[in-house]
């Protein structure tokens, strides 16, 4: 109970930093300052009319207004805004209940509500931090693997403020963007947990999670998705400057839509390091834990599909063309996985069933998120075949091959997914395969040159670089939470089922 | 008076009931259990996990019976019940000591 105490106390004192950093008056920025930042413009619409001085001549206000329109920064789109809002609604359905779902029905009954706690609180710890610095040092700056703390606690973030899209002239809020990222970063670390589910104990939980997202999750978000914004870039000296600056594999050209390095591989990999360090449960191989509901996991299958929309077709951060082109590559992928998962099943295993149904579907997804916005809807139908058989063996034979106990397969589907999802995008990435090719931002056009070779080499590169971050991460994190408040509980209380040991609580009272 | 349980399989309760109900039995307790004997249990395969599965769902009643009656109700039991496939059920056969009805304090036959 003492360390209960302190630990309120001390967040009890560290809600007062927030307070002070609103003390603090923000700098706008400067109408002259070149607009960059993290795929942000830091366009300021109104203050630069406030800033007139009052005295202003009446002559020749014509010249005056038509100079000011030109220079005027762009506004967002009420249709963008809406639809940020609804991507960023359906990725949080995603996880709460979505996740939450898919993974408790596949435990047995006494660990439900652990899964739930668990993926509901990691949600939750991590858009707070999201808000009080990891925006800042994912998209805060330049830099190859962290930005900055510029907008920490989100400061000099308003409602007037803009992030950049991937056309030209076109924003959207920026608070869009920070509440539409914030959700990807709070579902990647909560997908982990699945990996060494029925025994983990929930402080470690929340502690590896504020760890692997500190010095993983931010760094490999930033070195894939940071950039300046297509804005920046308007000759060749430009995009030099925009490409040194940018995040490191943004900068050698990897294509990454909606995040199968930086959310799926990342969160299998980690998952898998921990299923490892943590050990198999009591009794596996020789218990029935089978799941409890198949039905719940099944809820949260479909919540996860529906939900997926907004994460892929969101990732396009404006509703266009490529919007519709994710929206359905994303239908179109998962359904072929379904599909390929089912029959695999019932030709290797002779009945298929409703999870692996429900596996297929999201292993679809989550081959289909890289590729997304670039490949075009027969890309996505074979990426989603592909992703169904290549998964349904990363959950059997390569599981078996890889010995740990990774509970809810997190690497199975979401690693192998990802790995399968990425080096695909490079090759269905391909105008000549139907893809939208690589944009060329100086021309304001795609690009005609497309080496599928070549992009499926810096593809890897990405896949690669993640995969050891990740594994190093997540293995040292896991050894100091371990030193600090221990990684299981004790048997007994695994034995008893994590609803009453961890939480006081049962889900079902028969 | 004699207690007999016996474990049938789940969908012939109904059956049961009735057949015992014919020859003036009053009432029974039933419980769902799971066994086996001779009959084979199936396999359930979740993703890479296979389980084999020995006990199969059955259904036990209990019947407080007076000793006129016992063979009576043992044939309408095993005549309902029968299917003529293997997991078919068993029925034990106990003596009984005392049997209380709770409301009226009844004892002995009369609380059958």
Known sequence: ?510 | MKLITAVIKPFKLDEVREALSGIGVQGITVTEVKGFGRQKGHTELYRGAEYVIDFLPKVKLEVAIADELVDRAIEAIEASARTGKIGDGKIFVYDLEQVVRIRTGETGNAAL
């Open chain 1, 1 to 510: 109970m003492k360390s209960l105490t302190r630990i309120v106390a001390l967040c009890l004192a560290l809600s007062l930093v927030p307070l002070a950093a609103l003390a603090t008056p923000s700098e706008p920025a400067s109408p002259s300052s070149p607009l960059v930042a993290g795929a942000v413009l830091l366009a300021q619409a109104a203050p630069a009319a406030d800033a007139q001085p009052a005295a202003a001549p009446a002559a020749a206000p014509a010249e005056e207004k038509k100079e000011q329109a030109a220079a005027a920064p762009p506004v967002p789109d009420k249709g963008d805004v809406a639809w940020m809002s609804v991507s960023t609604l359906l990725v949080i359905m995603m996880t709460i209940p979505g996740l939450a779902l898919f993974y408790g029905g596949l435990v047995r009954t006494k660990n439900m509500l652990s899964i739930l706690m668990q993926v509901m609180v990691v949600f939750s710890v991590i858009v707070v931090l999201w808000a009080i610095y990891g925006y800042s040092l994912a998209f805060g700056g330049d830099g190859p693997f962290y930005g900055n703390l510029s907008k920490i606690f989100l400061k000099g973030i308003t409602p007037e403020s803009a992030a950049a899209t991937f056309s030209k002239g076109v924003v959207i809020p920026e608070l869009s963007f920070v509440a539409f990222q914030a959700t990807f970063a709070a579902i990647t670390c909560a997908l982990i947990v699945g990996a060494f589910a029925e025994r983990v104990r929930f402080s470690a939980v929340l502690l590896f999670s504020v760890l692997w997202f500190t010095f993983c999750y931010i760094p490999i978000a930033h070195a894939v998705w940071y950039w300046a914004g297509p804005d920046a870039i308007t000759d060749a000296k430009s995009l030099e400057a925009v490409t040194a600056a940018a995040g490191f594999m943004w900068a050698k050209g990897a294509l990454d839509f909606a995040g199968g390095t930086v959310v799926h591989i990342n969160a299998g990999v980690a998952g898998l390091v921990g299923a490892y360090v943590i050990g198999k449960r009591i009794g596996y191989g020789r218990e029935s834990m089978a799941p409890h509901s198949l039905v719940m996991t099944m809820i949260g299958a479909s919540l996860l599909w529906v939900g997926w929309f907004g994460f892929n077709a969101g990732s396009n951060l404006e509703a266009n063309g490529v919007a519709a082109l994710a929206f359905a590559n994303t239908l179109i992928a998962t359904a072929a996985a379904t599909v390929s998962w089912t029959l695999g099943e019932w030709m290797g295993k002779g009945k298929p069933s409703m999870l692996g149904a429900a596996s297929g579907a999201v292993a679809g997804l989550v081959a289909i998120t890289p590729a997304c916005g670039f490949v075009g809807p027969m890309g996505a139908l074979i990426i989603g075949l592909v992703a169904g058989v290549v998964c349904l063996w990363g959950v059997n034979g390569l599981k078996r091959m890889l010995g740990a106990d990774d509970s809810l397969d997190v690497f199975g589907v979401h690693g192998v997914g990802g790995i399968v999802g990425a080096l695909l995008t490079g090759v269905f990435a391909a105008p000549s395969l139907g893809g939208t090719g690589v944009f060329d931002y100086v021309a304001n056009a795609a690009s005609p040159d497309y080496s599928i070779g070549a992009q499926v080499w810096v593809q890897l590169q990405g896949v690669l670089l993640t995969i050891v971050w990740s594994a190093v991460v997540a293995f040292v994190a896991y050894k100091v939470v371990d030193l600090m408040v221990g990684l299981r509980v004790p048997e007994e209380e695994e034995r008893e089922g994590l609803d009453i040991s961890s939480h006081g609580e049962t889900a079902y009272h028969s």
